[in-house]
């Protein structure tokens, strides 16, 4: 076994950042043992150098992040930091001084993911991530190294702990939207500003990173189309209910029937009690994969937190630190394909459309015969009325979703609609 230890920087000191240096020290034999040398935290980059930071030498730390990695003997650095700067800058300056990466940052591997890769190859090194996406769960790695020989077709998951809280709560409990929100602030699962969550951009950069290694071609974040959750109501959740479905925030991710394109996004959905996504409680996460030879795999566990997220940046570093033994490197970007990503209004999928109407004679009629002039087919009609009011849901048929998008807009125009009450999609059917 080598002697010399295998020196470590970690950028961030959070939650995340603290807990995987507690583990690095509390566990110090378990990993040199699986690794086959010695790991030594060598310095912690911190923005806050006076705040007490139980487990690590004072010594350790600094505010100058550039003078560390520039330090010269650094051989991993873990970026925890999150962010687009100074997170971009600081790995970049860790490859071009030697040293391979492990990031938690799916923001930045989301919109420079492929720059960060070209950058890690030029300089001989490793970039690995798998704490970037669904926590504590074992996904990137199983995606890009076990599924390597197999075509992925399709992947469909709840990726976000926080939204999966606040929808699981408003189905078990009744609680609207903002009840909901203030419990999962009160637990900590919300920040003080949700707005990454329960928007979908957390969701939407997961699904980017994804998309890249399940298509083997490059997806940015601006490619995924992405809609919030903050418009559910209690009344979806009747809809949903009487359907046998509930509603989650999924991140979807398709490759076209005839292989020419992809597609990738994130929109609350119903779907049926009965698919394996649906008893995904409180704030896990859990990832559905279907392909060509494996059939259909469901990965599932803790999505976020301190220890959750460390677990997945530790089981990185000890394979990174393995490669830097081996004097190898792990799997880079695999983009060979080069699949353009298609715009959402090419997504088939089905509609839930509740309507505020008239009640009175011919305006179920005017309704069908706005759908079948967009060609789309009705699949399923409740209607019920009182004083004058009436609400009508209608259920599709699988369409484009521009056909579906544009038929909802003519049943705004009718003089028989009142309102588009909601639209949800409904998937995995």
């Known amino acids: ?123 001989g090194l490793d970039l690995y991530y798998e704490a970037a996406v669904a926590g504590a769960i074992p996904l990137v790695r199983p995606m890009r190294e076990s599924l390597a020989g197999d075509k992925i077709n399709r992947v469909m998951g709840i990726v976000n702990g926080t939204t999966n809280f606040i929808l699981d709560k408003m189905d078990s409990t009744g609680a609207g939207y903002q009840e909901a929100l203030d419990e999962a602030t009160a637990l900590g699962y919300a920040e003080a500003d949700p707005t990454a969550d329960v928007e979908g951009y957390d969701a939407a950069a997961k699904a980017a990173i994804l998309a890249g290694i399940a298509f083997h071609t490059r997806v940015r974040l601006d490619d995924v189309y992405r809609e919030g959750m ?19 925030l999924l991140a979807i ?50 999505g976020a937190g301190g220890s959750p997220t460390a677990s997945a940046v530790l089981g990185d570093l000890v394979a990174v630190c393995r490669n830097k033994l081996a004097e190898a490197t792990g799997p880079g970007e695999s983009a060979y394909t080069q699949l353009p990503v298609s715009a959402m209004g090419e997504v088939v999928t089905r509609y839930h459309i509740s309507l505020d109407v008239a009640d009175k004679p011919g305006v179920l009629a005017q309704v069908a015969t706005t759908f079948a002039e967009h060609g789309v087919s009705i699949d399923t009609v409740r209607q019920q009325g009182k004083d004058g009011e009436a609400s009508l849901v209608v259920v599709t048929h699988r369409a484009p979703d521009a056909a579906l998008s544009g038929t909802v807009e003519a049943l705004r125009k009718l003089d028989t609609v009142r309102g588009v009450a909601s639209i949800m999609r409904v998937e995995g059917e």
């Open 253 to 302: 991710l398709e490759r076209a029937a005839d292989g020419q394109s992809v597609t990738a996004r994130v929109h609350p959905a119903m779907i049926p009690l009965t698919h394996p996504l649906a008893s995904v409680r409180e704030a896990y996460n859990a990832v559905f994969v279907e392909a060509e030879a494996a059939g259909r795999l469901m990965f599932y566990g803790p």
């Open 1 to 123: 076994m080598r002697t010399r230890p295998l020196k470590v920087a970690l950028l961030g000191c959070g939650v995340v950042g603290s807990e995987v240096a507690r583990i690095m020290t509390t566990h110090a034999d378990d990993l040199t043992a699986r690794i086959g040398a010695p790991v030594e935290l060598a310095g912690v980059a911190v923005r806050r150098p006076s705040k007490v930071r139980e487990g690590i030498d004072p010594a350790l730390v600094t505010t100058d992040a550039t003078a560390l990695l520039k330090r010269g003997d650094i051989d991993v650095v873990i970026e925890v930091i999150g962010g687009i700067e100074p997170a971009r800058t600081l790995i970049t300056t860790a490859f071009e001084n030697g040293a391979s990466v492990v990031s938690a940052n799916k923001a930045l591997l989301a919109q420079d993911g492929a720059a960060l890769h070209a950058a890690a190859e030029q300089h």
């Open 230 to 248: 903050t418009e559910v109501s209690s009344a979806d959740f009747a809809s949903a209910k009487r359907m046998g479905c509930t509603i989650k």
